[in-house]
């Protein structure tokens, strides 16, 4: 069983700054990319950020230059650093990733999602 679990949201005043985790653990072969995403109420879930096995990043354009991924040496936890928060970031953010496991199913895992609200 694979799992995707993240934490690190809040509550945070514009301008200010948060940092995301989500760590994938369980029967894991390999994983193909590492992503965060998001959903505003009302609103469609969207890519913000990913980071793929390579290690080449892209980004949402209303993240760029102010949300920076990454992921550990052992590229099984990634991070979002996100900077100068605007309430226009206010949503659930989720982790995604494809992964295989050790009887080759690759499958798209996600998280069970993180709030991020930024507020005066």
């Known amino acids: 069983q694979v799992r995707l679990v993240e934490s690190g949201g809040g509550l945070v005043q514009p301008g200010g700054s948060l940092r995301l985790s989500c760590a994938a653990s369980?029967?894991?072969?390999?994983?193909?990319?590492m992503g965060w995403y998001r959903q505003a109420p009302g609103k469609e879930r969207e890519l913000v950020a990913r980071?793929?096995?390579?290690?080449?990043?892209n980004y949402a354009d209303s993240v760029k230059g102010r949300f920076t991924i990454s992921r550990d040496n052992a590229k099984t936890t990634v991070y979002l650093q996100m900077n100068s928060l605007k309430p226009e970031d206010t949503a659930v953010y989720y982790c995604?990733?494809?992964?295989?496991?050790?009887?080759?199913?690759?499958?798209?895992?996600w998280g069970q999602g993180t709030q991020v609200t930024v507020s005066s």
């Open positions: 995604n990733s494809r992964i295989t496991n050790y009887v080759s199913y690759t499958n798209d895992y």
């Open positions: 369980g029967s894991i072969s390999s994983i193909n990319g």
């Open positions: 980071i793929s096995s390579g290690g080449s990043t």
